[in-house]
């Protein structure tokens, strides 16, 4: 079974250009999580979907970050426009329903960003 | 902000049982103990978890006081590749089960 694949694996842009994340879940998964690590930061969590609503969007850091799953697949990102500060690796997660605090969360290997 | 407390760094040689301590003083009756990894140039892992009781699973076991208020996760014999940084977490307990991270157990282990 295919894991939660991201793409790119590594972004690099300068400031002020705009970026788009992709998040493929697994199959079946209808939790999906954004969390960002910025440098020399703990992790942080962003934004939680349910299929394709926004269920908890708490933790987005401003309106420059746009978070969509349409059909309730797979993910996006988006960053527009880019700041220094956004740099760091952004991770997405997914997971099933279950009830209580059970849920095993399954994460991908992360997108690095680099704002220039 | 994360709800644990773990010390910054262990260290541990191959081939022996390592006792990764956290601390959740504030914990609450609902809240359960999860417990992630993230190896270097990886996104976190799933490791184990649980409420009050005892767990095993095949990467570890977890140990729960008493009182609920600490909690130890075990690696009963550490590989290379068990050198990770260990997070101990409470699941946000809304509808969302988010992950708070705190900074974790950096884990070195020597051959």
């Known amino acids: 079974e295919a894991g939660v694949t991201q793409f790119p694996s590594h972004s690099v842009i300068e400031k002020g250009q705009t970026v788009t994340l992709r998040c493929d879940p697994i199959?079946?998964?209808?939790?999906l999580y954004w969390y960002r690590r910025v440098m020399g930061k703990e992790i942080k969590f962003l934004l939680h979907?349910?299929?394709?609503?926004?269920?908890?969007e708490s933790g987005m850091p401003n309106n420059r970050f746009l978070a969509e799953r349409t059909g309730g697949t797979y993910s996006t990102l988006k960053v527009q426009p880019a700041e220094l500060e956004d740099s760091g690796v952004y991770f997405c997660?997914?997971?099933?329903?279950?009830?209580?605090?059970?849920?095993?969360?399954?994460f991908g290997p992360g997108t690095r960003l680099t704002v220039l | 902000d994360a709800k644990t407390t773990q010390p910054n760094s262990m260290e541990s040689n191959e081939e022996e049982p390592v006792h990764l301590p956290c601390n959740h003083s504030?914990?609450?009756?609902?809240?359960?103990i999860h417990w992630y990894r993230q190896l270097p140039s990886q996104g976190p892992e799933y490791v184990i978890h649980?409420?009050?009781s005892n767990v095993n699973n095949r990467m570890a076991s977890l140990a729960i006081a008493e009182d609920r208020k600490s909690s130890t996760l075990i690696l009963h014999r550490a590989t290379l590749r068990d050198a990770a940084v260990y997070y101990c977490?409470?699941?946000?307990?809304?509808?969302?089960?988010?992950?708070?991270f705190g900074s974790g157990t950096r884990l070195l282990v020597r051959p």
């Open positions: 997660a997914s997971s099933q329903v279950t009830s209580g605090g059970t849920n095993e969360q399954f």
């Open positions: 199959s079946g998964h209808d939790n």
């Open positions: 979907f349910v299929k394709e609503s926004k269920q908890d």
């Open positions: 504030t914990i609450s009756g609902t809240d359960y």
């Open positions: 649980g409420l009050t």
């Open positions: 977490i409470l699941p946000w307990m809304d509808s969302s089960y988010k992950l708070i």
